[in-house]
């Protein structure tokens, strides 16, 4: 049976390997860590729609109350943002989630977020890793409680209200907005459409039903699992004019415009970050996989960019002095200031549809393109065990060419695997993934024919080390 690690954003596994005494030893590991940090007090649990998640959940609550903590829990699945805007509002010792994010259904996982809310850096999830044990039993009459609470309500009040302060009104209503949302199945059903509702968005919801299968997929809002939702906004004139999409956790998002069908997820954090600093100011951080976009739309502003490797505690890591407006990752996971440092793809479709009713995001997207030039990226990914990545990337030191597809590489970057700028102003990325058995392979450049011959050229080198 595989170790329990904590990657990019957790751990998680199939169902074979993520199973009840597992899940038992993390809460153990976890309980453990806050009383060696002196810590006693609540614990928030969440969980996602999957089949096991509420059973995995109360089995770490009876964990953690053997342990002398209180529990709190939402009464059915919701998204992980609520959790640790929980852990932040009611000032809480720390919280889990109990999701495998974007997986398919045959996956679990398990997310430990510390008392501030924001992702569990390295020292924090080797602290609990180093603690994994069988559960520990105080005297029944030390025992902890647990409650059913309403993480929605909280959560919702504090996003409007934060989105009143930026656009200067949370109320979309005479906007006319139509907003298709889809839920995909998962947790953001019943709140990131409740929330637009309460903005006065005119709402239209598909695959807002519990499904755990997701359909028989997974929950993931990439382009191929949308296809409705794209069919839906680029239908006619009538059609709604602007579509939502959560992942199963609801943590990410995915926009899709009427002219350009699903929408790059860079172009819109750069449409964000430009919308943002219309009336406010303020640096931005993004991830090694990012859009070089951002970096122009700063550098006009007088701004600056925080590059950080991939994975959103990392981010979040770098939000934590105060002078960051904006900070996210070119998969969907997106914060701003004034809120949990920590991605909400609930809080982001209120803010992307403020956006939208100020200036159609098409319209601003392609005001940006014309300003500052522009830019496509894709991906795509080799297969490499997990035990075998770091050998990889090692070899991989040694092999890194003076040109690629032609030009000559300026300069490396290796905060996070290896980021070749070119002097063309493209580059290429590998790095290892946090939560799957690959190598990502990254490409930005100004157009889709030299993104394919990054690729191409980036395949190339990992072939003979993979």
């Known amino acids: ?48 729609a999957r089949e096991t998640s509420r059973g995995f959940a109360e089995e ?19 998204p992980t943002p609520l959790v640790a805007h929980a852990i932040v509002e009611r000032e809480l010792v720390g919280g889990f989630a109990i999701t495998a994010s974007h997986n398919p259904p045959e996956y679990n996982g398990v997310k430990f977020i510390p008392a501030d809310g924001a992702p569990a850096l ?14 520990e039993a105080l005297p029944e009459a030390q025992h902890g409680t647990v409650r059913e609470v309403d993480l929605t309500t909280p959560h919702a009040d504090a996003a409007l209200e934060l989105v009143e302060e930026i656009t200067g009104s949370a109320n979309l209503s005479d906007a006319g907005l139509t907003v298709a949302y889809d839920a ?27 499904d755990p299968t997701f359909g028989g997929g997974a ?40 002219e350009r069908g699903y929408l790059d997820e860079n172009l ?50 770098a939000m934590a002095n105060g002078d960051v407006l904006v900070g ?34 098409d319209e601003r997207v392609d005001r940006l393109l014309d300003e500052y030039g522009t830019v496509v990226q894709d991906k795509i990914s080799v297969a490499c065990p997990d035990h075998e990545k770091a050998r990889v990337l090692s070899d991989l030191e040694d092999e890194i060419p003076e040109t690629v597809a032609g030009t000559d590489v300026e300069g490396v970057n290796t905060a996070d695997g290896f980021k070749l700028q070119l002097a063309d102003g493209s580059w290429l990325l590998i790095r290892p993934s946090g939560t799957e058995p ?24 990992l072939e003979p080390l993979v």
Not at 440 to 455: I, Q, S
């Open 1 to 48: 049976m595989e170790t329990i690690s904590f990657g990019t954003d957790g751990w998680r596994a199939t169902l074979e390997e993520f199973t009840t005494p597992r899940v038992r030893m993390v809460g153990q590991a976890v309980a453990t860590y806050l009383q060696d940090e002196g810590l006693e007090g609540t614990v928030v649990v969440g969980y996602d």
């Open 60 to 78: 770490l609550a009876r964990t953690l109350c053997a342990n002398g903590f209180d529990v709190i829990m939402p009464a059915r699945d919701r």
């Open 122 to 135: 390295p020292e924090v999830t080797d602290a609990i890793a180093d603690r994994l044990a069988e559960p």
């Open 184 to 210: 995909m199945h998962g947790s953001g059903r019943g709140t990131t459409d409740a929330i637009l509702e309460r903005a006065g968005v005119s709402l239209e919801c598909l695959r807002c039903e519990r």
């Open 219 to 258: 929950p993931e809002p990439a382009p191929e699992n949308l296809e409705a939702l794209i069919d839906l906004i680029t239908a006619d004139e009538t059609a709604p004019t602007l579509g939502i999409a959560n992942d199963g956790d609801a943590d990410r998002l995915a926009i899709v415009t009427p």
């Open 268 to 317: 819109f954090f750069a449409a964000l970050y430009d919308y943002l600093l219309e009336d406010d100011s303020g640096a931005v951080v993004r991830t090694v996989s990012t859009t070089f976009l951002i970096d122009r739309i700063a550098d006009a502003h007088g701004e600056s960019v925080h590059e950080v490797p991939v994975g959103f505690k990392w981010v979040a890591q």
């Open 328 to 361: 996210g990752e070119e998969s969907g996971g997106f914060t701003v200031r004034g809120h949990v440092r920590e991605k909400d793809g609930v809080l982001m479709a209120v803010l992307a549809a403020a956006m939208h009713a100020e200036e159609p995001i």
């Open 438 to 461: 690959v190598l990502r392979v990254y490409a930005e450049a100004a157009d889709e024919e030299r993104v394919g011959a990054l690729l191409e050229a980036g395949e190339a080198l």
